[in-house]
Each structure stands twice: as structure tokens, then as C-alpha cells.
């Protein structure tokens, strides 16, 4: 059972009480890497490497320490649309940890001692990313698809942005887009919500609220793309993609089973059977669905040896191509959400997750669906709608590919 609650300033509280023995909370901003300006390049993910490093009344050590000595943990992730400060701890220190996420994100005075030493520290990230082009190819295809778009950029940015990032950079950056009614504080533990709120209150009810609205561009219309890139790999390293709904759309999650059905977590999906167990042609081979604001991105990724490549990028289409050709059989179609819905049902015992989960639901739509609420909307799914979304998304004519070489 969700509790909520919204302050005077816009900032929203979600709350999931709970008999664990740990506490887990977040503070859930909505601003990303395509919320940044062009000469901004990577700027919301290095500040959320500055952010720790200094406020008005802490030093870098002292935040640091604030929760690891009392055995909790603090963490902080961006990605294109959100940037996220999160901690686990004891259930009784949860106002220590409310106070320090105030603390971080309305007081930090980003040294500039700091900002110098962390701009090596992102630069090695950056490079050390090139070295993993199963990674690196999944923003490379981003940046095919959404061409000259600030959803394409990559969320670390480049090296020669990274170095000349100054203090008046990110503190425009921050001004712009750490606003109350962009945020939410999100938990799941063991305390009573009246308390919690009466903490969040404390440190957060104080701080002024901003009406202004983010304005986020719409992507320009989609034309699909064909890259081969010379990178040198042992592998061929390949991406097949689309655009796909965002996550108001009603065919999110249709979509979402398809994806699973093709090429999810589980070995038994139709692509690691055939490609992978069949074949042999492939060791990692996977299909994922990433909704944003405003689009969404379709993407079947995998790795194989050069003479193998054009056999396994026929099997994908064939695979996907199986799914809109014909209805799915009600025996396959009843397998599929059986698996849906047990994956679902146990992403609730983490409690880490369903804390981050339900509060990107709360900041993007207001509420939050219940475990059970979601699991009888994918047993309502037919076997029409699957077929209807697989033929809008997985044909071929409509897919970008993108190889490395």
C-alpha cells in the first residue's frame, strides 16, 4: 500500500511502509542528459559526481561518511531523463539521510579545486567506456536514431566538453533544473509515513517552489538509418532498432511482453533458443524496450563472429517477423504472461527496486499502479494487440541497424 504526499513547494513524497530490516530512499529528479544545452554535453552526469564533494557546512569526506558510519550506503545514478541520489541505511536513521539529501542537493558549492580533480575522474570513465563496445554501441545507435537530438547524446558526455566544465556551468545547470516540483523523495522501510513526512517537511517544506515548466523538443520525425563502423573489434557487434511508444502509451506494456517473448532475461526466449542454443552463432543476444517523455526506443543487440553476421541478423528478422505474421497461440500466449507476471511479482521483494520504481511512476504519472493492478493488465492482453504492435515495430523496413566492425 503506497502513501502520498505533495508539499506546498511541488515536491512529492511516496512511501511504502514495510517490516524490513533496512531503509531505502531516494530523491528522483526529473532532469537528465537531454535536459542539457549543447555546449552542456555530459554536465548532468558529472554533477552528479561534484554534488558530493562539498557544501556550505560539509566537506567531501563528511558526506561522504554521514551514512557509512552508521553502516548505510550512498549512491547517485543519471540517465537522459533523470538524475537520482539514493541510500540504504537502518530505519532509524532516516532523518540523518533526509537531511544530508537537502543538504547535497540545495547546498553543495561544487569547489572548484574539486571540479578540476573529478574532471579526470569522468575523462577515464569516458574512455574506459570505449573499450566496451557491447556498451558503446548501444549509445552510438542512440545517436543514429535520434540524429542531432538531445535524447541522442550520450549521458557522459565527450572529453572536450568534460574539460572545460566550470562551476558557473553547473551551478546554471542546477538552477535550471533542481526545482521541487521536478522532484520526488521515494521509500520503502519501516516507519510510519506521518513521521517521514514530518522529516521531509523539516528539510525540504522550506525550500521556495518554481510554476515554470521544463520544455523538453520532440524528437523530428524518424527515418530509419543503415552505419557500419570500422572499430577493430574481435566481433561483429551489431544493434537492429526502432522508435517505440513512451511510457504513457497504453501499448508500453503489450510491447513489453513482446520484448520478452523475443529476446529477455530468460535463457527460453525465442532469440537465445535459436540463435544462441540452435545455432551456436552468438553467446549474448538480447532485446530490450526503453520508453522515454516522448519516445521510445526498440533496440535486439548482439555479438558474433564476422562470417556469422548477416546469418544471425536474418534469424533476428525471422524471429521478429514470426510474431506478426500470425496471432501467437493461446498456449505460447498464456506461457508468456505467466513468466511476465512471476517476474514481476518478485521484483517487489526488492525492496531497493520497487523504492526507485515507484517513485519514477509517482514523478512521471502522478500514481502508481499496484503489483496486482499490473499483473491483471497483462493478463488482459490479447493476442491481437501483440500482433498489430509486433508488425508496427519489429518490421524490417522500419529499423536502423548499426554494425561494428
Known amino acids: 500500500m503506497y502513501q502520498t504526499y505533495i508539499l506546498k513547494n511541488g515536491l512529492k513524497v511516496i512511501h511504502e511502509e514495510a517490516p524490513t530490516k533496512g531503509a531505502y530512499c531516494g530523491l528522483i529528479i526529473n532532469a537528465g ?15 552528479e559526481h561534484v554534488i558530493f564533494k562539498g557544501t556550505g557546512k560539509r566537506k567531501a569526506y563528511h558526506i561522504l561518511s554521514r551514512l557509512e ?26 532523518e540523518r539521510a533526509l537531511e544530508l539529501f537537502a543538504d547535497i542537493v540545495f547546498n553543495s558549492v561544487f569547489p572548484a579545486r574539486e571540479i578540476e580533480k573529478e574532471k579526470d575522474v569522468v575523462i577515464d570513465e569516458i574512455n ?66 506521518e513521521k517521514l513526512v514530518r522529516f521531509v517537511e523539516k528539510y525540504f517544506g522550506g525550500i521556495p517552489g518554481d510554476t515554470s515548466q ?82 521510445g526506443l526498440f533496440t535486439v543487440y548482439f555479438g558474433c563472429d564476422a562470417i556469422d553476421l548477416e546469418k544471425c541478423l536474418k534469424l533476428c528478422r525471422r524471429e521478429m517477423e514470426g510474431l506478426y505474421r500470425e496471432p501467437m497461440g493461446q498456449v505460447q500466449l498464456r506461457k508468456a504472461k505467466t513468466q511476465v507476471i ?24 502522478n500514481k502508481v499502479d499496484s503489483i496486482e493492478n499490473l499483473c491483471q493488465k497483462v493478463r488482459e492482453i490479447d493476442a491481437l494487440a501483440l500482433q498489430q504492435i509486433a508488425a508496427e515495430i519489429f518490421d524490417a523496413g522500419k529499423q536502423s541497424v548499426l554494425i561494428y566492425k
Open 128 to 193: 574506459s567506456y570505449k573499450d566496451s563496445p557491447g556498451e558503446l554501441i548501444f549509445d552510438d545507435f542512440e545517436e543514429l536514431v535520434y540524429k542531432d537530438e538531445p535524447i541522442g547524446r550520450d549521458i557522459l558526455g565527450t572529453e572536450e566538453a568534460g574539460r572545460h566544465f566550470d562551476r558557473n556551468q553547473i551551478l546554471a545547470f542546477v538552477s535550471r533544473n533542481y526545482k521541487p516540483q521536478r522532484m520526488v523523495i521515494s521509500s520503502v522501510g519501516n516507519i510510519r509515513f
Open 342 to 365: 512471476g517476474q514481476l511479482t518478485l521484483s517487489a521483494d526488492n525492496h531497493e527496486n520497487t523504492m526507485l520504481s515507484i517513485g519514477k511512476s509517482f514523478l512521471i504519472y
Open 69 to 94: 558510519d552508521v553502516g548505510g550506503e550512498l549512491n547517485a545514478y543519471t540517465t537522459k531523463e533523470d538524475t537520482c541520489l539514493y541510500a540504504s541505511f537502518l530505519p532509524g536513521d532516516y
Open 214 to 295: 521544463a520544455e523538453r523538443k520532440k524528437p523530428a520525425l524518424y527515418i530509419p538509418q543503415q552505419r557500419v563502423m570500422a572499430k577493430g573489434t574481435y566481433q561483429n557487434h551489431c544493434i537492429i532498432g526502432n522508435v517505440a511508444y513512451d511510457y504513457r502509451d497504453e501499448r508500453r506494456l503489450p510491447l513489453s511482453l513482446l520484448v520478452d517473448v523475443l529476446g529477455g532475461s530468460g535463457m527460453n526466449s525465442r532469440l537465445n533458443l535459436n540463435i544462441r542454443e540452435k545455432y551456436g552463432l552468438a553467446y549474448n543476444i538480447e532485446a530490450a524496450y526503453t520508453p522515454y517523455s516522448d519516445t
Open 33 to 47: 542528459s537531454r535536459d542539457e544545452l549543447p555546449e552542456e554535453a555530459g554536465i548532468a552526469h558529472f554533477i
